[in-house]
């Protein structure tokens, strides 16, 4: 079935460093492809998204490029700060148009001043 | 601007007891999902609707019932608590299926069974 794999957490950056967020999935066909950010005590809410290959989400200076061929969704972000630090789930939406999201299991970034 | 309200925010039960959670939107959204997340396990899908008077199973569906009686409520029911339904439970509503019409979320509803 559908499912994705995203990094073990939590990540421990310094104000101003670089983010990577490893994500990969398995899926048929061409699903589309979320990132999700859960700040403490809150829902989740979409950071961004792409729905074809080669498609580039980007949001509050984050950025996710859809690579078919690794079946990959990396989430980055050039230079982060303490109010990033929240947890990150990437997600998938399966072809067809289902009303299902498939959730990884979540990478919690704690950014230190 | 509430969006989707869960009520109540925390709960403590025994074992046995039963409850409903209550989620409300005020985007007149088509669809509705309760999830619940458990740590190192991300949102697991327990029960959807694609509209008024129709509900779903989602992957894990047992011990839980639903019921959408009103387009803008959507009620999740525990009927016997167990202390594996420990856990924070999440609403969502889109507009519609698919990958256009992102999820909204509320803040979680934390229930702890004793």
């Known amino acids: 079935g559908d499912s994705v794999t995203q990094m073990e957490g939590p990540v421990t950056l310094s104000e101003e460093a670089f983010l990577t967020i490893n994500c990969t999935y398995t899926?048929?066909?061409?699903?589309?492809l979320f990132w999700y950010v859960q700040y403490p005590g809150e829902g989740l809410q979409l950071l961004l998204k792409?729905?074809?290959?080669?498609d580039k989400g980007s949001n509050k200076g984050f950025e996710a490029t859809y690579r078919k061929e690794t079946t990959s969704f990396h989430l980055e972000k050039g230079s982060v700060q303490v109010s990033d630090s929240a947890v990150y789930f990437c997600a998938l939406n399966p072809q067809g148009g289902s009303e299902k999201l498939v959730f990884g299991k979540g990478t919690k970034l704690t950014v230190n001043p | 601007n509430a969006g989707v309200t869960q009520t109540p925010k925390f709960r403590v039960l025994k074992t046995g007891q039963s409850m409903t959670l209550l989620c409300a939107q005020d985007m007149n959204h088509e669809y509705m999902y309760w999830y619940r997340q458990d740590p190192g396990m991300g949102l697991r899908l327990i029960h959807y609707s694609v509209g008024e008077g129709t509900t779903a199973k989602g992957e894990v569906p047992d011990g839980y019932n639903v019921s959408r009686l009103k387009k803008q409520n959507f009620l999740l029911g525990l009927e016997s608590a167990a202390p594996s339904q420990t856990s924070v439970y999440f609403c969502?509503?889109?507009?519609?299926?698919?990958?256009?019409?992102?999820?909204?979320f509320g803040d979680g509803t934390r229930l702890s069974i004793l």
């Open positions: 792409a729905t074809k290959a080669d």
């Open positions: 969502a509503s889109s507009k519609s299926g698919g990958p256009n019409q992102p999820q909204h």
């Open positions: 899926a048929t066909g061409y699903p589309s």
